[in-house]
């Protein structure tokens, strides 16, 4: 029974670091951006904190803020250089970022710890976790209700047309770019503090279509279908596990195919529900035609 609820909280654990680094790439797609970059700002993130940890002795909320500060500057830059590209080729040269950032972990030996990697020496409580989700959760909720997320849905649906109106999306794009670095390099050090240990490979291209398919699958077109991609995704595979060996990628890939072939717009499909709540609203009798089918009856 404790192996059992070990497992469990373990599985929990990396469903909520998941459901992070799932929020920072739902940022860029609200914005209407394919982006696999969550990653090396994850990176960014994971290595600076580890490094100020390790030589300065940050806890773990010092850390978080430097590692949010370490993936929104890379995002920053990225952000700059990278929105002018079509949407293809911005998704290619996010891909490009991974592995340049990679190159980079690599060389970067007295930093970074070079190819064998580096220790954490901080580690992170479930609560921690959730604590930090919940407040993620709670910022992106209210970004929503706010001008910029009206935006940055106008520019998603049709950029020119937002134009038109006014909307300024280049700044609107750079803007989620920005917010999904910072976003992202909190996950990043909060999977170091989870794993305890972090090398090049830690955050490179497994882990992007991992999180990119979090999010779609759980449904890209509101914040909380990232999390719930990222439980069934991420949390109940590692679960899973104990029972099939290596099954976590037969897992991912089952229910990648139920997932595209039954729920295309993810678990969590807000067009989807409101289609339903129609259908149920037009078949069922008007209040007028049922107290008349009642009277008849009588």
Same mark, same amino acid.
Request: a positive charge; proline letters at 3%; glycine letters at 12%.
């Given at each position: /029974?404790?192996? =059992?609820?070990?497992?469990?909280?373990?599985?929990? =654990?990396?469903?909520?670091?998941?459901?992070?680094?799932?929020?920072?790439?739902?940022?860029? +797609?609200?914005?209407? +951006?394919?982006?696999?970059?969550?990653?090396?700002?994850?990176?960014?993130?994971?290595?600076?904190?580890?490094?100020? /940890?390790?030589?300065?002795?940050?806890?773990?909320?010092?850390?978080?803020?430097?590692?949010?500060?370490?993936?929104? #500057?890379?995002?920053?830059?990225?952000? *700059?250089?990278?929105?002018?590209?079509?949407?293809?080729?911005?998704?290619?040269?996010?891909?490009?970022?991974?592995?340049?950032?990679?190159?980079?972990? !690599?060389?970067?030996?007295?930093?970074?710890?070079?190819?064998?990697?580096?220790?954490?020496?901080?580690?992170?409580?479930?609560?921690?976790?959730?604590?930090?989700?919940?407040?993620?959760?709670?910022?992106?909720?209210?970004?929503?209700?706010?001008?910029?997320?009206?935006?940055?849905?106008?520019?998603?649906?049709?950029?020119?047309?937002?134009?038109?109106?006014?909307?300024? #999306?280049?700044?609107? =794009?750079?803007?989620?770019?920005?917010?999904?670095? !910072?976003?992202?390099?909190?996950?990043?050090?909060?999977?170091?503090?989870?794993?305890?240990?972090?090398?090049?490979?830690?955050?490179?291209?497994?882990?992007?279509?991992?999180?990119?398919?979090?999010?779609?699958?759980?449904?890209?077109?509101?914040?909380?279908?990232?999390?719930?991609?990222? #439980? !069934?995704?991420?949390? *109940?595979?590692?679960?899973?596990?104990?029972?099939?060996?290596?099954? =976590?990628?037969?897992?991912?890939?089952?229910?990648?195919? !139920?997932? /595209?072939?039954?729920?295309?717009?993810?678990?969590?499909?807000? *067009? %989807?529900?409101? %289609?339903?709540?129609?259908?149920?609203?037009?078949?069922?009798?008007?209040?007028?035609?049922?107290?008349?089918?009642?009277? #008849?009856?009588?």
């Amino acid at each position: /029974m404790a192996t =059992q609820f070990a497992l469990l909280v373990s599985a929990l =654990q990396f469903a909520l670091v998941g459901a992070i680094l799932a929020l920072s790439t739902y940022v860029t +797609l609200w914005a209407g +951006l394919l982006s696999f970059a969550t990653v090396s700002f994850a990176a960014a993130g994971a290595f600076t904190a580890t490094h100020l /940890m390790s030589t300065a002795g940050l806890g773990l909320w010092p850390a978080l803020a430097a590692g949010g500060l370490g993936g929104g #500057v890379l995002a920053a830059a990225a952000g *700059l250089l990278l929105i002018r590209l079509a949407e293809h080729w911005l998704a290619l040269a996010t891909v490009a970022l991974i592995l340049v950032t990679r190159v980079i972990v !690599v060389n970067l030996g007295d930093l970074t710890g070079g190819s064998e990697g580096q220790i954490v020496p901080v580690k992170v409580e479930l609560w921690e976790l959730l604590l930090v989700l919940g407040l993620v959760c709670l910022f992106l909720a209210r970004l929503a209700r706010s001008r910029f997320g009206t935006a940055a849905v106008a520019t998603r649906e049709d950029p020119t047309a937002a134009a038109t109106m006014g909307v300024p #999306v280049r700044r609107i =794009q750079i803007g989620a770019f920005l917010v999904s670095g !910072v976003i992202g390099g909190i996950g990043g050090v909060l999977q170091a503090a989870l794993l305890r240990y972090i090398d090049p490979d830690t955050f490179y291209i497994d882990l992007a279509v991992t999180v990119i398919a979090c999010v779609v699958l759980g449904g890209a077109y509101h914040w909380f279908g990232s999390v719930i991609g990222a #439980v !069934v995704f991420t949390g *109940l595979p590692v679960y899973v596990n104990q029972f099939i060996g290596q099954g =976590q990628s037969i897992i991912n890939g089952v229910l990648l195919l !139920v997932i /595209m072939i039954w729920v295309p717009g993810g678990l969590i499909d807000p *067009l %989807r529900w409101r %289609r339903l709540r129609e259908r149920r609203a037009a078949a069922a009798p008007a209040p007028e035609a049922a107290q008349k089918v009642a009277e #008849v009856g009588t």
